[in-house]
């Protein structure tokens, strides 16, 4: 298949993380999104919770996934990369990310080889979130 059908979209990225709690206070509190819905699943003894930016009928989103029982870190692996969400003030958001304990393993700074305005940040879990400046039009 070349092209997607037109009702073909992007609905959601989902990720495992060991405490709902934190995962949320990152990406709500710190990162601004809203926390969309979230369910327990008692017979499967997991959560989710869908945060993002927008509503999830037009909007992509993340679904954080609990598993009550896991005890361990989950191994994030060679395969993932990030998730990078555009921001229109980098410096002053990185400014209060790590005033709020947020770690920031690349802080904002152009792109080595030129180009846009980008910093690395970590959730809970160590995901990399990637911030890409984007000024308003």
Known sequence: MSEAPANFRMLHTMLR???LDKSI???VD???MKLLRRQDYPT???TLAFVG???ERDHAVIELTHNWGQKEAYSIGSGYGHIAIGVPDIYGLCDKL???GVKIPRPPGPMKHGGS???FVEDPDGYKVELIERKAA
């Open 17 to 19: 993380v060991l405490d």
């Open 25 to 27: 206070d990152f990406y």
């Open 30 to 32: 710190k990162m601004g």
């Open 44 to 46: 499967g003894e997991f």
């Open 53 to 55: 930016y927008g509503d």
């Open 98 to 100: 790590g005033q709020a």
């Open 117 to 119: 305005v980008i910093a």
